[in-house]
């Protein structure tokens, strides 16, 4: 089979734009898709984020697209030709960053629209004229409605993450955004898993699909490092703080239940000297890019999230994810550790196991098919404990945010017995590395992939750590992208 792009004959400018992009070696959802949607049959495909899914679909439509193409100014040369319609606005903004760099030498536009922003400026764009709209169900049909864009020559839709379209209860609007497209045309439909739902939406929309599956579909990352340890709930911030500082890590991804927990915990890690910022489904759109961004240019170290705020983030090869509380939903697992080792990087999943969450980590067995060691935690014994209210417990004493009882800084407090051997180490520092070195290219407004040749802030971070140095930077072999497919059972 093909493997290298090299091989599929794409027209120059695409062709180009992968070569750029690093891309050396298809992965297997690209090496089996995209000759099924040159062909121009409708594909439903098994792909998880972070495989390399966008591409999968992106580039061959592009050229198929390729014979439209024209330098017109005039809006009406450039019909939409292309729907991706996406669950949240996080992976619609993620698309199309990708579509753009993969059309960036050809004269086909794209553009996207989600909801929780103005309108008015995506209006301006669709009407320009834009061959490839990427767009959330709800803010697409405010558009139609608006008749801010025509969908009357789309030839191509793409369904990416239909099963989390369903869960949050986009199905009237995929039927109606559907209802308005013309019969003729090619659609392909990407899902985590194969439903019974899923296929219902399959066979009413889909003619003959090729069914392509690159990986089991509930199968965790196999270079992803997973560890369950049994820790109290009050302990749980410190283990976080032993975790990090032991890896010699600075930034990670830190799942937590509720909204309310979330907003809690990232206060309280904030206290104890952590760059903290809380995302969830509380927070404005412009809140969550912005906090996204503040994580990928390294002045944020912990990102700490609810579930329905993390959906579909693509943020590559975070060096670990920390599951504060164990998901309810099982699947919500395998999402969630899918931050860290994506696209054959490899990565570190912790979970917190409380007494409590013992049902919810046998779902998690069942859905892996994999037995779980629960590991015992070791803490530092000369560290002072953290609890529940950010404070500080040396055995003897509370201390509240940092300071003793007096207002003096724990820092600067001698220690209360006299221990030679352990006398340095009896002080309390909170977890803090110096601020990771600015990366220009995550300076500029969330262009996640426009090189890879840059790298993220904890990446540059890790050059100079070595506890960091077993992390892989971003994956180009082929070799690598494959672990990425191995089931963890
Ligand atoms: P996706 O599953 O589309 O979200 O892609 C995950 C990541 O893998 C993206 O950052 C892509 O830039 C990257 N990627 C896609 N295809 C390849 C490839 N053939 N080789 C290396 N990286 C890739």
């Given at each position: 089979m093909t493997s290298s792009f090299s091989n599929l004959s794409l027209a120059e400018p695409l062709a180009r734009a992968v070569a750029e992009m690093g891309y050396e070696t298809m992965t297997p959802i690209q090496e089996q898709a995209i000759p099924v949607v040159l062909q121009g049959k409708d594909v439903m495909g098994a792909a998880q984020t972070g495989t390399g899914k966008t591409a999968a679909f992106a580039l061959p439509l592009l050229q198929r697209m390729m014979k439209h193409e024209n330098a017109s100014t005039s809006p009406a040369r450039h019909p939409v030709r292309a729907l991706v319609l996406l669950p949240t606005r996080e992976l619609a903004v993620q698309v199309a960053e990708q579509v753009k760099l993969y059309a960036k030498y050809t004269n086909l536009n794209s553009a996207v629209v989600f909801g929780g922003m103005d309108m008015k400026p995506q209006t301006l764009e669709l009407k320009k004229g834009v061959e490839v709209l990427v767009a959330t169900p709800g803010r697409l049909l405010d558009h139609i409605e608006a008749k801010n864009t025509v969908l009357n020559q789309v030839e191509y839709v793409v369904l990416d993450e239909a099963d989390r379209m369903l869960d949050i209860g986009f199905l009237p609007d995929l039927q109606r955004i559907l209802s308005y497209?013309?019969?003729?045309r090619i659609t392909l439909l990407f899902s985590a898993t194969f439903s019974p739902e899923i296929k219902r939406l399959a066979s009413s929309y889909l003619q003959d699909p090729v069914t392509i599956e690159v990986a089991r579909s509930n199968a965790a990352a196999s270079t992803v490092e997973q560890h369950f340890y049994a820790v109290n709930a009050d302990d749980k911030r410190r283990a976080l703080h032993q975790i990090l500082r032991q890896r010699g890590m600075k930034q990670a991804f830190v799942f937590v239940n509720s909204k309310l927990g979330c907003a809690r915990l990232a206060r309280s890690l904030e206290r104890e000297g952590l760059k903290t910022t809380a995302l969830h489904g509380d927070k404005s759109q412009d809140e969550r890019l912005k906090a996204l961004e503040a994580f990928k240019k390294g002045e944020?170290?912990?990102?700490?999230?609810t579930d329905v705020a993390a959906r579909g983030l693509d943020i590559k090869d975070v060096p670990a994810v920390f599951n504060f509380d164990v998901p309810f939903n099982a699947e919500d697992y395998v999402h969630r550790i899918g931050r860290t080792g994506r696209a054959g990087a490899s990565g570190l999943a912790v979970s917190f196991v409380a007494s409590s969450d013992t049902r919810l980590v046998t779902d998690i067995e069942k859905l892996l098919s994999t037995k779980i060691e629960l590991e015992p935690l070791e803490f530092d014994e000369d560290r002072p404990r953290i609890s529940e209210q950010g404070r500080i417990n040396d055995g003897r004493r509370m201390y509240r945010d940092g300071e003793g009882e007096d207002g003096v800084a724990l820092e600067s407090r001698p220690p209360l017995r006299e221990r030679p051997e352990r006398r340095e180490r009896r002080e309390y520092t909170p977890y803090r590395q110096p601020a990771a070195p600015r990366d220009p290219f995550f300076d500029?407004?969330?262009?996640?992939?426009?090189?890879?040749n840059s790298q993220p802030a904890w990446e540059s971070a890790a050059k100079d750590n070595p506890a960091r140095s077993a992390m892989s930077a971003n994956i180009k072999t082929k070799k690598k992208v494959a672990a990425l497919f191995k089931t963890s059972n």
């Open positions: 497209l013309p019969k003729q944020v170290d912990l990102l700490v999230c500029q407004p969330y262009e996640a992939n426009a090189s890879t």
